[in-house]
């Protein structure tokens, strides 16, 4: 047999371990691929660094009517009650998840694209001003 159709034979048979349908990775597309995944895991985790170091002086400049005023107006209050019951305040203290004004602001943000509410920033900001107001009491 010929040198080349033994390499052929070596390259196409079943117990090979090199699967024919799996597509061949470049090793440099792999390893941008993974820094991509490891870059993005290190910016995610500073973000969520940078909201847990924010204390309750986001919330200096909130306007508190406002925020009262979206809370109404989106029937905040009657989406919460649907989501796990009673009056709805059980959502404002889930274990420890929201345990300073950054992530609380962030959670309202959540809820703003979730719902599409359309809210601009300072908007959000005045709605989880109130709810530091009357649930967390952030310092």
């Known amino acids: 047999m010929p040198f080349f159709s033994k390499r052929l034979a070596l390259s196409t048979s079943p117990s090979s371990s090199r699967s024919l349908c799996t ?7 792999l390893l941008r691929s993974r820094l991509f995944g490891i870059g993005f895991l290190v ?13 309750a002086e986001i919330f200096k400049d909130a306007d508190m009517a406002l925020g009262e005023k979206l809370i109404a ?29 950054g992530l609380l602001r962030g959670m309202v943000e959540m809820c703003n694209t979730t719902m599409n509410m ?3 920033p300072e908007d959000v900001s005045a709605v989880a001003a109130v709810l530091n107001r009357d649930h967390y009491k952030f310092k």
């Not at 989406?79 to 998840?97: M, N």
Request: with cysteine; proline share 8%; net charge positive.
């Open 43 to 55: 910016l995610a985790l500073a973000g969520v660094q940078g909201a847990r170091a924010q204390g």
């Open 23 to 29: 597509p061949y990775t470049p090793p440099r597309a």
């Open 118 to 120: 359309g809210m601009f």
């Open 73 to 101: 107006e989106h029937k905040c209050v009657a989406c919460h009650v649907s989501k796990v019951g009673g009056d709805g305040s059980a959502i404002y203290k889930p274990l420890g998840k929201i345990n300073t004004a």
